[in-house]
């Protein structure tokens, strides 16, 4: 009989588990959503590819594309001459 337990160590080992079971869900979930948003990425840059080895004009701006292929956007520079040039970007 060592092997049983009192009604308040179940009680607590049961919420124990049942408090773990919901973060575990909740971690699936968030998995689930990152997968998903992985899998449209990777069809809209399929889809932006093809488009690009077609020649093809883009219709619309897709900004998921955009930030898949852009980490990060300089505002302002300089011309060929050092000049300040406030209307330069430059994508990384």
């Not at 060592?2 to 009680?11: I, R, V």
């Not at 990425?41 to 077609?54: A, P, Q, S, V, Y």
């Amino acid at each position: 009989m060592e092997d049983t337990l009192d009604k308040g160590s179940y009680e607590s080992k049961y919420s124990s588990f049942t408090e773990k079971q919901g973060q575990l869900l909740k971690d699936r979930e968030k998995l689930q959503e990152t997968a998903a948003n992985e899998k449209g990425i990777k069809r809209r840059l399929r889809d932006f590819k093809k488009t690009l080895e077609h020649n093809e004009v883009l219709s619309e701006f897709d900004r998921y594309v955009f930030e898949s292929i852009v980490e990060k956007v300089i505002v302002g520079g300089y011309d060929e001459d050092g000049n300040k040039d406030p209307a330069q970007l430059t994508c990384e």
